[in-house]
């Protein structure tokens, strides 16, 4: 199985002013394979945003190679293909949505690469489907709350058909409902459609149902791995200005008095199950377990 984004010992540096180089990137490697939900996080300043405009092409290394499927991005004549293989969604739906009604909004991308009209339809309709967002194809976007702004803008990306959606702080500007619509939605595209997502997010609670955290510092990156192998270790997330899950830092507390938990719990749910095992009840099965 080949990767779909293979980032190869990438650098990257941009001009901070008084000819000096600023180094954003230093030396990354990492690959991001068919399917998988990659969560990338780390402070302001930390390279995971510039990170995310590598993979199709809107920077370019200045050491270093980043592939698509084996497209070159610093090979010019394949960065069209590149960006349908590889799209990008970003914090700001507004600055996304260029239409004046949901459904001609999704269709902007399919038209653009000259797809035939029945078949934007069809893309309209199931990219619509897949976000929850079936009903509103008439609705003006400016009326939409913030998260459906969003799932219009990543149904948008979803109508041209991508193998990645890379995902640039998405629910950064949206309400604690709208971050849960759209982490839904992102998660079922991966393990559904089986479309790969790379999302970069400072939410912790987010990350944690991620298949892969990759964690930024400075330019590289400084731990990856499970989100239970990487937020089981607060202490170095902590040396990294990163916050832990709720969830976690309460499960450190138990610990720390006493209570023997079997692991480290990520989410509400798992939390709970441990410690109904705890007091002999057995695990509790919640229903946002299907979330």
Same mark, same amino acid.
């Given at each position: 199985?080949?990767?779909?984004?293979?980032?190869?010992?990438?650098?990257?540096?941009?001009?901070?002013?008084?000819? /000096?180089?600023? /180094?954003?990137?230093? @030396?990354?490697?990492?690959?991001?394979?068919?399917?998988? =939900?990659?969560?990338?996080?780390?402070?302001?300043?930390?390279?995971?945003?510039?990170?995310?405009?590598? $993979? !199709?092409?809107?920077?370019?290394?200045?050491?270093?190679?980043?592939?698509?499927?084996? $497209?070159?991005?610093? @090979?010019?004549?394949?960065?069209? /293909?590149?960006?349908?293989?590889?799209? $990008?969604? =970003?914090? !700001?739906?507004?600055?996304?949505?260029?239409?004046?009604?949901?459904?001609?909004?999704?269709? =902007?991308?399919?038209?653009?690469?000259?797809?035939?009209?029945?078949?934007?339809?069809?893309?309209? @309709?199931?990219?619509?489907?897949?976000? @929850?967002?079936?009903?509103? /194809?008439?609705?003006?976007?400016? $009326?939409?709350?913030?998260?459906?702004?969003?799932?219009?803008?990543?149904a948008g990306v979803i109508a041209m058909r991508p193998r990645c959606i890379v995902l640039d702080e998405p629910t950064a500007m949206l309400d604690p409902v709208g971050r849960t619509e759209v982490l839904r939605t992102v998660r079922r595209l991966a393990s559904d459609e089986g479309i790969s997502i790379v999302h970069i997010t400072h939410f912790m609670n987010e990350a944690v149902y991620a298949d892969r955290v990759i964690v930024m510092e400075e330019g590289r990156i400084a731990l990856s791995g499970t989100p239970r192998e990487v937020f089981s270790q607060p202490a170095t997330l902590r040396k990294l200005d990163l916050d832990v899950p709720q969830v976690t830092e309460l499960a450190g507390q138990l610990q720390a008095a006493g209570v023997a938990l079997s692991r480290c719990p990520l989410t509400v749910e798992e939390m709970a199950d441990d410690i109904g095992t705890l007091l002999g009840r057995g695990p509790c099965r919640s229903e946002l377990h299907s979330h």
């Open positions: 199985m080949k990767p779909v984004v293979h980032v190869e010992n990438v650098s990257y540096a941009y001009d901070g002013g008084n000819q /000096e180089q600023v /180094e954003a990137l230093l @030396d990354v490697s990492l690959k991001i394979w068919p399917g998988e =939900f990659v969560a990338v996080i780390g402070h302001n300043g930390s390279g995971k945003s510039t990170l995310a405009k590598h $993979m !199709n092409a809107l920077l370019v290394p200045t050491r270093g190679n980043v592939y698509v499927f084996e $497209m070159n991005t610093q @090979d010019e004549s394949w960065v069209w /293909e590149i960006r349908q293989t590889v799209g $990008m969604v =970003f914090q !700001n739906p507004d600055n996304q949505i260029v239409a004046t009604t949901v459904e001609e909004d999704v269709a =902007f991308g399919p038209e653009n690469l000259g797809v035939e009209p029945g078949e934007i339809r069809r893309r309209v @309709d199931e990219a619509l489907a897949l976000v @929850d967002m079936t009903g509103y /194809e008439k609705s003006a976007p400016h $009326m939409l709350s913030g998260g459906q702004k969003q799932r219009v803008a990543i």
